[in-house]
């Protein structure tokens, strides 16, 4: 059984830009191929709340190779997304100017396909945030699916 959702979605409006990806472009240095974030669309310290969009386009690196004939986003993909969003709130949230790398990966659990032309929501809670190291817990969510959740360990380099 598929946990609730970190994110009240139904409270969200998703025609709400945030975070153009210009702005994101500020607080992240990932480019060409790496950049997997298309907006943030909701953030509120208050609740450590996060929400974020990636969509997947046809035209992606990965498209032609992850799977011929039935093109599948890879996983390593969609947690660098959702890593993606958890360094835009560190830097935006915290004003640490560092760049949030990774440290870890936990409790990773794929629950669904992203394929070409699906819209991935980003959820992301923040579980601690101190100077030497950021908790997440994150998910990822296709139309009313959960596709993906994982708790995402950052530290600012």
């Known amino acids: 059984m598929a946990p609730p959702l970190l ?3 139904a409270k969200i409006d998703f025609s709400s830009v945030v975070m153009p990806i210009e702005e994101i472009r500020r607080f992240n240095p990932h480019r060409y191929e790496m950049e ?3 907006a943030v669309i909701h953030l509120d310290p ?3 709340e996060i929400v974020a969009v990636k969509e997947v386009r046809d035209d ?3 498209v032609r190779g992850h ?3 039935r093109p ?3 996983g390593v ?3 660098e997304a959702a890593a993606q969003m958890c360094s835009v709130y560190f830097r935006k949230v915290s004003k640490d100017p560092r760049f949030l790398g990774f440290g870890g990966v936990d409790g990773v659990k794929f629950r669904g396909q992203v394929a070409p032309g699906d819209r991935l929501i980003l959820l992301g809670r923040a579980v601690e945030m101190r100077s030497r190291r950021a908790v997440f817990d994150t998910q990822g969510v296709v139309g009313n699916r ?3 959740e994982a708790r995402i360990t950052g530290m600012p380099i």
Do not use: H, Y
């Open 72 to 74: 599948l986003l890879p």
């Open 46 to 48: 208050e609740a450590g």
């Open 60 to 62: 992606e690196f990965w």
């Open 7 to 9: 994110v009240d979605l």
């Open 77 to 79: 993909l969609m947690i």
């Open 36 to 38: 997997q974030l298309t």
């Open 146 to 148: 959960l596709v993906f």
């Open 67 to 69: 799977i011929p004939g």
